[in-house]
């Protein structure tokens, strides 16, 4: 039974299989040329510079043990030492020789995602957490220390409520994040206009807008409309949108809807600094600003982003970025009807 299982593995299209398991490989053929599955860790908080170094060490262990790899005639299990973030991971993969190649498949895949995720998430709270607390805590001591006019304190205590909201958003967004990742997250069926909900949006982030001195446009096409979706998910969506537009926008954010045959389409655009390819395509994922110098000053913590996505994903949506450095950003969902 064993034999003819292994007989059958051999000779199916074996990197087709490990995809549709969601599993990360690198394969090289007999001229050393490989092949490899990068999707296995989608979305997940392991950047590609850190994907890349995985299989730049596994190419040079092909190389160093390329004679004795050749001669394998049966599956083995090898460790291979991975550091990233100061934290040193031993990567397990089961090495399968193949007629004309050699897979390396990794096992405790898990394992690594774990481990990272835990490493940026106490990285994204002593960064984003430390930072209103020590406001709020500096303000306290002065306070006490101080005499202080009734006007002045207003201020100061105005300052305080503020950052205490910002700490209220980034806990609410880690906790968020552990809901997707545990996929303990219900969707609910919410009936609401799409008028009603950009108002909502709008009304909260305007007196930034009228700060920074935006030209705000609203453009529904055709009346208004209904739209069925969870609408606490999908107000946080248009919000994280809309703050990402105010904050990195110069003086100009539309904000376009309208009905589509089988769904909506939402978008939000700016006419600000915009953002090159490398980190459109990398700018939704988790944590992104801890790997990459330039979307952590542009896009902070990297879990807002990564939370729209997966608000999009959960309601069978899509969304698409375009986007130019100084031309600015156009960041356009789709909701399909329940």
Not at 219 to 241: H, N, P, R
Request: with cysteine; charged share 30%.
């Amino acid at each position: 039974m064993v034999k003819s299982s292994w007989y059958s593995l051999r000779n199916l299209e074996l990197e087709k299989f490990l995809r549709k398991l969601n599993k990360f490989f690198v394969c090289f053929d007999s001229e050393g040329e490989l092949t490899h599955n990068t999707d296995s860790f989608g979305d997940t908080v392991l950047h590609q510079k850190f994907i890349d170094q995985i299989i730049e060490k596994i190419r040079i262990f092909y190389i160093e043990n390329r004679q004795a790899l050749k001669r394998l005639k049966k599956i083995q299990k090898i460790d291979i030492p991975f550091e990233i973030n100061h934290l040193t991971i031993k990567l397990n993969f089961l090495v399968v020789p193949l007629k004309s190649r050699i897979c390396f498949i990794l096992c405790n895949d898990y394992h690594l995602k774990y481990e990272i995720l835990k490493v940026n998430i106490i990285n994204a709270i002593s960064h984003e957490l430390k930072t209103p607390l020590t406001i709020i805590k500096g303000y306290v001591q002065y306070i006490m220390k101080a005499q202080i006019k009734q006007e002045s304190l207003r201020d100061i205590m105005q300052i305080m409520l503020s950052e205490i909201y910002r700490l209220e958003e980034r806990i609410y967004e880690l906790v968020e994040v552990s809901k997707f990742y545990s996929d303990s997250v219900s969707i609910k069926k919410d009936s609401f206009s799409v008028s009603k909900l950009i108002d909502m949006v709008v009304s909260r982030s305007m007196p930034k807008i009228e700060s920074k001195k935006i030209d705000l446009k609203v453009e529904i096409e055709g009346d208004d409309f209904e739209i069925v979706a969870d609408f606490e998910k999908i107000k946080y969506m248009l919000s994280e949108l809309l703050e990402n537009a105010i904050k990195y926008g110069r003086d100009r954010i539309v904000i376009k809807t309208c009905k589509v045959r089988k769904g909506f389409l939402l978008s939000v655009i700016d006419n600000g600094i915009g953002m090159p390819k490398e980190i459109v395509d990398n700018v939704v994922d988790l944590f992104i600003r801890t790997d990459n110098e330039l979307s952590r000053r542009i896009y902070g913590l990297g879990v807002g982003l990564f939370l729209v996505k997966k608000i999009v994903e959960y309601h069978k949506g899509e969304i698409q970025i375009y986007s130019e450095p100084n031309k600015g950003t156009e960041f356009k969902v789709f909701i399909p009807y329940s």
